[in-house]
């Protein structure tokens, strides 16, 4: 089963930028997809974005597309998320989860989720 820590998350200013990072580790049964979903205070958890194994695919909220982007270096184990003309509503736990075969923009097919990382965006 594959463990997943998060990180990058912190304090912005609005236009700012962030690079979130999650990091993988422990033994996988074959290729995942990875997504990020995020999660306000009083909200549900809402999707983000997700990448397929090989990277060819990906997918977007429409709140963050064209200003995120996401990828990843299966070398490393490891998944980004790129995060550029930040909000104030883009404030919210991040989390990455993996699912094996194609990436999903629901929460409730992924199996492995990691502990969260808080981006917080002043305006």
């Known amino acids: 089963q594959v463990q997943l820590v998060e990180s990058g998350g912190g304090l912005v200013q609005a236009g700012g930028s962030l690079r979130l990072t999650c990091a993988a580790s422990?033994?996988?049964?074959?290729?995942?997809?990875v997504g990020w979903f995020r999660q306000a205070p009083g909200k549900e958890r809402e999707f983000v974005a997700a990448?397929?194994?090989?990277?060819?695919?990906?997918q977007f909220a429409d709140s963050v597309r064209n200003r995120f982007i996401i990828s990843r270096d299966n070398a490393k184990k490891t998944v980004y998320l790129q995060m550029h003309s930040l909000k104030p509503e883009d404030t919210a736990v991040y989390y990455c989860?993996?699912?094996?075969?194609?990436?999903?923009?629901?929460?409730?097919?992924?199996?492995?989720w990691g502990q969260g990382t808080q981006v917080t965006v002043s305006s």
């Open positions: 989860a993996a699912r094996q075969t194609v990436p999903s923009t629901s929460p409730a097919l992924y199996d492995n």
């Open positions: 422990g033994r996988t049964s074959g290729p995942y997809a």
């Open positions: 990448i397929s194994w090989n990277g060819r695919i990906t």
